[in-house]
């Protein structure tokens, strides 16, 4: 079959690998009719998470009909149409149990490796190296699901590829992020990044009633679709967040403030006299950890911090203190995409939502090693890519 | 990788397939083209050629494109000037050279654009995406539509507003605290 493997930094190839096979009886094989491209799979592109191999099979946002089913997989039959979440879940172990699908005990057939990296690791990811687990991925033609009867979402008919797809992992990483900030109607909700997570934080934070959602970025079409979608918009390359965010909340600092950059975050280019003088006496560098800082540095005392946003490994200079000393709640995590699905998918039904407003480029698999140049560098307007094997 | 990438990676190989020429057959050269005497010219140029050459096969090769695409403005301009003397011998041979040359200018021209698009940072044009709310009904019917959503337990804010979480915020004001007794 035909897949997107990662050769190294910066070098994704269309090439020809074997088909997948069932290799245990809870397993599925998926032909994969939509997959996307996502801002995680820019960190392996950019070459940021560790423990990937010469020729893996990347993807893990995607969707199509069921092939083959191993014999344990009651829960589905061939021909069914499903989006599979980006996280393998086992459904049974302790943590599986409790909700937290993310951090699934099982389903890591690496674990001992994110063990030692992480002291224990999490669940088993598609198309996300080898201390997830090391499954090939969704941008294929084919792809075997391991758990398949707990790692899917049935989507019916009546809706599109484009309108479903994204509940496998961008749709509820925004929801999550959202809820996660127990929005209240008097709340001020802080996003950094308009990427596709960013976009879905600001609709799931406006559907959650949020009484101002604020958005920081410097791509201006990225900055104008959030607008579309309620956002009050920041470029950072044109103001300073910091004494806006000030403005807006009348100097009280926004109750909410999520991280939907992760690791990669740039660092504005016209930085005001405040915003210097901040960074001097938090003693900042031009580290990647830029929006974390300034998170918690603008945050109002007792607020909460979500950080949908990846992190791959060591950060430093993090202002621990203002972190205790104004009480912050910290929430992260992978997303426990399956936990918010059903609901989801209601909401899809019934046009409270949309979420194919976010894609801006469609193209062939085989245009995929140039999408990922296109999608990494924001050319031509691309906020989200879809592509079709 | 994209068409001009590959053309980039040619021309990397044949930059330093030539630039090696140059270096080590300088005297072959000049003489072919009538204008022995400017062998460490010739060798200099292999030389630079050789260097854009591996800068071509780099990951983004757009400035070393460029450099290659003023190289070739300079080797015109020398040729252009050999041209001008009728008593050069080989005047057939130098013709030829500037015709390679030329080509050889233009298709560095043409991938170095090709480049300077790809690796452009938010290059090509910006739509407008000021209509995608992403709101079937609306913008205004989607504020607060999900406000029914219950907010799991373990995610509730630590010090929620009164509003959404009613009752004393001390222990001793606690009905039937063990405390207040
Ligand atoms: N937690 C999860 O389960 C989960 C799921 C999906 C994606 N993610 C992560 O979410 C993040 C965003 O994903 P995406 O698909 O939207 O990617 P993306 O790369 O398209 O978006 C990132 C955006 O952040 C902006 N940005 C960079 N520096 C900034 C700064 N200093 N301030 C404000 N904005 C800045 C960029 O301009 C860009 O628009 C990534 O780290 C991705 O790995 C996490
Ligand atoms: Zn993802
Ligand atoms: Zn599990």
């Keep these: 079959m035909k897949a997107l493997c990662w050769h190294g930094k910066n070098d994704i190839r269309y090439d020809t690998v ?6 245990h009886p809870r397993d599925a094989i998926i032909n994969v009719s939509s997959c996307a491209i996502c801002g995680s799979d820019l960190h392996l592109y950019d070459h940021f998470i560790p423990a990937m191999e010469s020729g893996d099979v990347v993807g893990h946002e995607f969707m199509g009909e069921v092939m083959e089913v191993g014999s344990e997989t009651k829960t589905l039959k061939v021909g069914d149409r499903v989006v599979v979440p980006f996280t393998i879940s086992c459904g049974e172990c302790d943590q599986c149990r409790r909700g937290n699908f993310s951090v699934c005990e099982r389903s890591n057939r690496n674990k001992p490796l994110a063990d030692k990296m ?8 598609f198309g ?24 899917h979402i049935k989507v019916p008919s009546t809706l599109t590829d484009e309108q479903v797809l994204f509940l496998g992992d961008i749709f509820p990483t925004g929801w999550q992020a959202a809820v996660a900030c127990d929005i209240e109607p008097t709340d001020t909700v802080a996003i950094w990044g308009a990427g596709p997570v960013g976009q879905f ?10 009484k101002q959602v604020i958005m920081i970025d410097n791509v201006p079409e990225r900055l104008s679709m959030a607008e579309a979608g309620g956002a009050i918009t920041i470029n950072f390359d044109e103001e300073s967040v910091l004494s806006r965010l000030q403005s807006l909340t009348q100097g009280k600092g926004p109750e909410k403030c999520i991280d939907a950059v992760g690791l990669e975050a740039h660092t504005p280019r016209s930085i005001d006299s405040v915003y210097d003088r901040v960074k001097q006496a938090m003693m900042l560098e031009s580290d990647r950890a830029h929006v974390l800082r300034e998170m918690i540095y603008v945050c109002r005392p007792a607020g909460v911090l979500s950080i949908p946003g990846v992190y791959g490994g060591l950060v430093d200079k993090i202002p621990v203190g203002a972190l205790m000393n104004k009480g912050l709640t910290v929430r992260t995590g992978q997303t426990h995409v399956k936990r918010w699905t059903d609901d989801l998918l209601e909401r899809i039904e019934e046009g409270q939502i949309d979420p194919s407003f976010v894609i801006t480029h469609t193209a062939d698999l085989s245009q995929g090693p140039e999408m990922y140049n296109t999608f990494r560098d924001k050319q031509d307007g691309c906020v989200k890519v879809v592509l079709k094997p | 990788m994209k068409g001009s990438d590959h053309l980039a990676q040619g021309l990397g190989w044949f930059g330093i397939g030539l630039g090696l020429w140059k270096l080590f057959e300088a005297k072959r050269t000049t003489r072919a083209l009538g204008l022995e005497g400017c062998e460490s010219l010739v060798r200099l140029c292999g030389a630079r050629d050789v260097a854009t050459g591996i800068g071509s096969l780099t990951v983004n090769p757009k400035p070393v494109l460029w450099a290659r695409v003023a190289g070739d403005a300079l080797d015109l301009a020398a040729l252009a000037t050999a041209l001008r003397d009728k008593h050069n011998p080989q005047r057939d041979n130098l013709q030829l050279a500037v015709a390679m040359v030329g080509a050889t200018t233009a298709v560095d021209l043409y991938v170095a654009q090709a480049q300077t698009r790809r690796h452009g940072y938010q290059s ?50 606690k009905p039937n605290s063990p405390i207040s007794g």
């Design chain 1, 18 to 23: 074997p088909d997948p096979e069932i290799e």
């Design chain 1, 118 to 125: 992480f002291g224990h690791g999490g669940a088993g990811l």
């Design chain 1, 128 to 151: 996300y190296s080898h201390l997830t687990g090391g499954y090939a991925g969704g941008q294929a033609e084919y792809v075997r699901v391991p758990f398949a009867d707990t790692t």
């Design chain 1, 201 to 210: 934080c600001v609709r799931s934070a406006v559907l959650l009633g949020a």
């Design chain 2, 124 to 173: 090509g044009v910006t739509p407008d995406y000021s209509h995608r709310s992403g709101f079937p009904k609306g913008l205004e019917a989607a504020r607060g539509a999900a406000r029914d959503f219950e907010t799991p337990g373990h995610m509730k804010a630590s010090l929620p507003s009164p509003a959404s979480s009613p009752g004393p915020r001390t222990q001793t004001g």
